[in-house]
């Protein structure tokens, strides 16, 4: 019988996440380009945006009930075989209700993606979790990176947004190669009585962190989603600026180690949260230059929520297992594919304003992106007050502001 090589692993998972960030990173990317070839509003690409978010969500959300049962493997069959379809019939997509049901697609096999490897690694490493899945998560702004680089270059050649989508196909090949090809772990170190796992969902303090994943998740995911539309007129690249800020969470997320062992997961999330209202208010009154400098606020904002909260979750509630990870994440992606046609209606309706007080042309979009990131920035302000009384809770119940993770 074939033996169980991590290291093929752990790439096999990173390369996968690559193809979850790219396809959210090219989407964001082509989005004008569906605008002006296909006729489509910007509400209307928010709809097409949530079913991408929503897809996600029915995938954790099942994948973690049926994690104990089906395991990992199953569901990495599930996430090559979405990604795959999905991909072919976005290529060939010539109107809204094919993109529609493509972006569907391809987010269920994002979700399974996330269902399945999350607690993998969270057992593989179950002596360092938290800084393994951050170093996991790398390569999720690092695949947005890849995918932001892929779009802006591919546009400013005038390449049809069809060949955009086709890139990601040979990354797709190659991690179902990597992963289906071996046997995948039994879980050994994370509790996979459903039972057990499903008590543990109704803990106040793993409630709470669901409803502050809605919050990181729509702060972090949409905002990239629509920077093209939003950042379009304000004299920098949206592209660029993407591919900027996710280099700067690439590089934050793998090393985050010392950072999470200095500020505990809830200082790290006070702190990115201050630092993400700060660059949305930043790029809402930027232009030209001062625009990089709010993304570089932001990014620096954003970069540890995701792992930061699902590290938090396998290390503070252990007796939710893969379902309680699985759960947190599409519980975020749900939050952002409702919020995705909203903000779409924000620019819609911000660009009719401007337009009302006789704005035209650059000066419009512009003033509609700023209005609609200064709508944003509310996520993140909620997150400041959420992420400040846990913490106070926290040291109430430790003096020395030191909790074990058996303490909570």
């Not at 997509?93 to 993998?120: Q, R, T, Y």
């Not at 090809?181 to 050994?188: E, F, G, T, V």
């Not at 590290?311 to 509630?317: D, I, L, R, S």
Request: glycine letters at 12%; one cysteine or more.
């Amino acid at each position: 019988m074939q033996s169980i090589n991590p290291q093929r692993l752990f790439i096999g998972c990173s390369l996968a996440l690559v193809v979850t960030a790219m396809t959210l990173a090219i989407r964001a990317g082509i989005l004008g380009q569906l605008n002006r070839e296909l006729g489509l509003s910007d509400t209307q690409l928010g709809w097409i945006n949530g079913m991408a978010f929503l897809g996600f969500p029915i995938a954790t959300m099942a994948g973690g009930l049926l994690y104990n049962y089906l395991g990992a493997k199953r569901l990495m069959v599930m996430a090559f075989a979405g990604h795959l379809v999905g991909l072919v019939l976005t290529i060939s997509a010539d109107g809204f209700w094919l993109l529609l049901s493509s972006s569907f697609l391809i987010g269920f096999a994002n979700g399974s993606v996330e269902a399945a490897c999350n607690p993998m690694i969270a057992d593989i490493y179950h002596k360092n979790k938290t800084t393994m899945l951050n170093r996991f998560h790398v390569w999720f702004p690092g695949g947005i990176l890849i995918g932001a680089l892929t779009s802006y270059f591919m546009t400013g050649l005038g390449l049809a947004w069809q060949l955009q989508i086709a890139v990601m196909i040979l990354p797709t090949l190659v991690y179902g190669y990597l992963l289906l090809s071996q046997p995948l772990p039994a879980s050994n170190h994370i509790e996979t009585d459903t039972r057990t796992n499903l008590r543990g969902l109704l803990s106040p303090l793993y409630l709470f962190l669901v409803l502050c994943m809605t919050l990181t998740a729509t702060t972090e995911l949409g905002t990239q989603q629509w920077i093209e539309r939003i950042l379009g007129a304000s004299g920098a690249s949206p592209m660029l600026i993407m591919a900027m800020m996710t280099g700067l969470m690439a590089l934050g997320r793998y090393f985050a180690g010392p950072l999470v062992h200095r500020f505990n997961p809830v200082g790290v999330l006070l702190g990115s949260s201050i630092a993400a209202v700060l660059g949305l208010y930043t790029l809402s009154i930027a232009t030209g230059g001062m625009v990089y400098v709010g993304a570089i606020i932001f990014a620096l904002g954003v970069t540890y929520y995701w792992p930061t909260m699902v590290g938090f979750v396998a290390e503070y509630t252990p007796q939710t297992g893969a379902l309680g990870m699985s759960l947190l994440g599409g519980a975020g992606m749900f939050a952002v594919s409702l919020w995705n046609p909203v903000i779409g209606h924000w620019i819609d309706a911000a660009r009719l304003q401007a337009e009302q007080q006789q704005l035209t042309g650059l000066a419009a979009e512009l003033a509609a992106g700023q209005a609609t990131l200064l709508h944003l920035a509310i996520f993140p302000a909620l997150l400041v007050v959420a992420f400040g009384a846990l913490s106070l809770v926290l040291r109430h119940r430790n003096k020395h502001a030191q909790l074990a993770p058996s303490q909570v």
